[in-house]
Nanobody, 119 residues
Framework: QVQLVESGGGSVQAGGTLRLSCLVS????????MAWYRQAPGKERELVAS???????NYGDSVKGRFTISRDSAKNTADLQMNNLKSEDTAVYYC?????????????WGQGTQVTVSS
């Protein structure tokens, strides 16, 4: 089992910054991919950013150039640095850890952290 605990959410004005952190309950070296998703009211959950154990990174189109995802093996965290925040970034942000085993993916989710951006 893998437990994830997100932190760092809050309220900020447009143009501001926030840093989200996802603490993983086991060595991050055992995790094949970490990702951040978000879900705004009335909308589907969408991928914000992901990073694999080999360092491959992907970003959602709406956050490219503004958000940065990183893995910290010393702290067992996956962080999301969010700059130049916009009101449309308002959502609950979820951390996901994936382990690839036996031809399948085992996914684990955090409880979510609220990010509110006011214009």
């Amino acid at each position: 089992q893998v437990q994830l605990v997100e932190s760092g959410g809050g309220s900020v004005q447009a143009g501001g910054t926030l840093r989200l952190s996802c603490l993983v309950s086991r060595s991050i070296f055992s995790i094949d991919a970490m990702a951040w998703y978000r879900q705004a009211p009335g909308k589907e959950r969408e991928l914000v950013a992901s990073v694999t154990s080999s360092g491959s990174i992907n970003y959602g189109d709406s956050v490219k150039g503004r958000f940065t995802i990183s893995r910290d093996s010393a702290k067992n965290t996956a962080d999301l640095q969010m700059n130049n925040l916009k009101s449309e970034d308002t959502a609950v942000y979820y951390c996901k850890a994936s382990r690839l085993r036996f031809g399948g993916s085992y996914d684990y989710w955090g409880q979510g952290t609220q990010v509110t951006v006011s214009s």
